[in-house]
């Protein structure tokens, strides 16, 4: 019965960590696919990043070139940083984090 028992805890504890290792693919799956798509979309991956629209724009200022330059500058930190963090996640098992933060940088992302 005790042999028994322990079999099934073992084959519990394997599926369970089968199971997390799948999720973890999937994110990576899912960076690498996404990574195809920045990498093949036509133009320098800078160019597909969007931003919220500012304050100054919602008002009717038109851009200055130096803010032009800072959007996309804080624009690319942001991506960079999001996509660091997703592979961060996933390789850390928490897929769920990582599909999330994942996610959000697909926002940022207009591939046309």
């Known amino acids: 019965m005790r042999l028994l028992a322990c079999a099934i805890v073992i084959a519990g504890g394997t599926l369970i960590l089968r199971a997390a290792s799948a999720d973890a693919e999937s994110c990576t799956s899912d960076i690498a696919q996404f990574e195809d798509v920045v990498r ?33 500058r804080r624009a690319q930190t942001e991506f960079k940083e999001k996509m660091a963090n997703a592979k961060k996640l996933a390789a850390q098992g928490n897929d769920t984090e990582c599909m999330r933060v994942l996610s959000d940088a697909k926002l940022m992302f207009d591939a046309r």
Do not use: D
């Open 40 to 72: 093949h979309s036509g133009s320098s991956w800078t160019s597909g990043l969007t931003a919220p629209q500012s304050i100054e724009a919602q008002l009717g200022h038109q851009p200055t070139e130096e803010s032009v330059m800072l959007a996309k």
